[in-house]
């Protein structure tokens, strides 16, 4: 508990990250702008003359889209990158060398980075209402259950992001995963294709994978398509990926530690 | 321009050999370049087993054009994949030494190392373009054959006509970063669907702004007989494959011309 003030000055810290490489960040926002405006020329295209498809008429649908891709941009495992450079230039010796724990370290390193980039996805909201489709949230229980999706959803990247970037204890060559990572996770979350919409066998596989946890879940919440028991439900498929993943990382940390191989320093 | 294409041949052999020394990372590339392009492919295909057309485009009448705009894509790569390290070269200060071998600038650079992933989105587009064949009835008279060779070579200089701009510009400016990205992210996004999709300004935007049209949208229009729905004149459709000339000419003549302003930035 008295490591708390630590962990603080850390997240604060790295809130700062996304400023310094601004450049960057801007780019990687015309990229999302330019994602969001595809998805909604593509799929009014598809819709043709349909009013709905699967009871989710266009403009709701491109809500989902829209708010699907601004979240997936927010939440990007930033933690695991990060463990993975340290490895890579043996600086991981000095981190876990620091009185707070290296997994506690990321953790806030992580927050801060997303907190770092709030102001800059508010910035681009406005825009985004222009090349895509946003609507509020359907209901005022859909806002506030879809804010506790979201936390939820943020826990579980976080802990892939952990568990990712603890594989360069193994091997230092990570570029091919977090390649194949970015496309399983922007497929398989819906952000490119609601979940409702894939083909069946495809949905079962979609729905056997945590990625869901990261868009399909929360959005569809937020546009009123999961309510209910049904909601309750999705809500509890989050929470027991939180738990089987924050298991994982336990065991394969406990592993890991044993294996820290130091480059140069 | 004998020797030169001689001399090409010979420094990217040697590159090859070079990258050949390290088996499974050659394999791991090469696999990288397929998947990469090939899960853009997936999520038109899983929308379409469901919805059946894009605007009036079937599976594959989309898998054809995709599949056009891959091979032209992998083209340029496997020739020009190395053209953005002119940026980092000039930055570094480490262009000096290409002024000072007796070969010609671009020659040292594009054959500097054998672009390994190029293999891949080549490879995926001969994959898709081939299995897309089998779903649409092109009817492949010889001039049709010649047509579909030269829309897919007239790809290629498109996009490496713009990159080859884009590093000549960086002689003046630098960094060159954000326009690399911004037209990579145009071209292989917007690149690979019926552009009647975005609507009458943006069409035109990516028509005569970014000529991202003349990639595959409109050679794939002439060979499937759809130059119907087009909204310019059909003759640029016919004409598109020269359009790649045209750029990379301009672009080639841009580059040497701003080659003169180099200055070094020393070491």
């Known amino acids: 508990m008295s490591a708390l003030p630590t962990y603080f000055k850390i997240a604060s810290l790295a809130s700062q990250v996304a400023y310094a490489y601004r450049f960057n960040v801007l780019l990687q926002l015309v990229g999302l702008l330019l994602q969001i405006f595809l998805l909604r020329a593509f799929w009014t295209a598809i819709y043709e003359n349909r009013v709905s498809v699967d009871g989710v008429d266009l403009a709701t649908l491109l809500t989902y889209l829209t708010v699907a891709n601004l979240q997936l941009w927010i939440v990007f495992p930033e933690g695991g990158e990060i463990l993975q450079r340290r490895v890579r230039e043996g600086k991981v010796a000095l981190d876990l060398a620091r009185p707070v724990s290296l997994v506690g370290q990321l953790i806030s390193q992580q927050v801060g980075f997303t907190a770092g980039l709030l102001p800059l996805l508010l910035a681009v909201t406005p825009l985004a209402l222009v090349v895509g489709v946003l609507r509020p949230p359907d209901t005022l229980e859909a806002a506030a259950a879809y804010v506790v999706s979201l936390v939820f959803a943020y826990a579980v990247i976080v802990l892939i992001g952990l568990l990712l970037g603890m594989v360069s204890f193994w091997t230092m060559e990570t570029t091919g995963m977090w390649a194949i990572y970015r496309f399983a996770n922007l497929f398989f979350s819906g952000g490119l294709v609601p979940l409702w919409l894939f083909p069946e066998p495809l949905r079962t596989v979609a729905g056997l994978l945590p990625f869901q946890t990261q868009a399909n879940i929360p959005v569809s919440i937020y546009i009123g398509r999961l309510t209910g028991v049904d909601m309750l439900r999705a809500l509890l498929i989050q929470c027991v990926w939180i738990v089987l993943l924050a298991l994982l990382v336990r065991f394969v940390w406990s592993k890991a530690i044993r294996r820290v191989v130091i480059q140069g320093g | ?267």
């Not at chain 2, 040292?108 to 054998?114: A, E, I, Y």
């Not at chain 2, 490879?123 to 299995?131: E, S």
């Not at chain 2, 970063?177 to 911004?182: K, M, P, Q, T």
């Open chain 2, 1 to 267: 321009m004998a020797s030169s294409a001689r001399l090409y041949l010979a420094l990217m052999g040697a590159s090859l050999r070079g990258e050949l020394q390290y088996r499974a990372n050659f394999v791991l590339w090469i696999v990288m370049g397929v998947v990469f392009q090939l899960t853009g492919f997936i999520f038109i295909w899983v929308v379409l087993s469901r919805f059946q057309t894009l605007a009036g485009w079937t599976l594959g009448e989309v898998a054809f054009l995709y599949g056009i705009r891959l091979l032209g894509h992998g083209a340029n790569l496997l020739i020009f994949g190395y053209l953005h390290r002119i940026e980092f070269l000039v930055r570094e200060g480490d262009f000096d030494r290409y002024l000072v071998r007796p070969v010609p600038i671009l020659l040292q650079v594009l054959t500097s190392r054998f672009p390994v992933g190029a293999i891949g989105d080549f490879g995926g587009g001969v994959a898709l373009f081939l299995a897309a064949n089998q779903l649409v009835r092109v009817d492949w008279s010889a001039l049709a054959l010649a047509f579909a060779a030269l829309a897919v070579v007239g790809a290629a200089l498109i996009e490496a006509g713009l990159k080859l701009a884009i590093a000549a510009l960086c002689f003046r400016f630098l960094s060159t970063r954000a326009l690399v990205f911004v037209v990579d992210d145009v071209f292989s996004n917007f690149g690979n669907y019926p552009l009647r999709i975005f609507g009458g300004l943006v069409q035109f935007l990516l028509t005569f702004a970014l000529p991202v049209a003349f990639v595959a949208y409109l050679p794939a229009t002439v060979l499937l007989g759809r130059t119907d729905e087009l909204s310019v004149n059909v003759l640029f459709a016919y004409l598109a494959p020269l359009v790649g000339l045209v750029i990379f000419g301009g672009a080639y003549v841009l580059w040497r011309h701003e080659l003169r302003q180099y200055q070094s930035s020393g070491h």
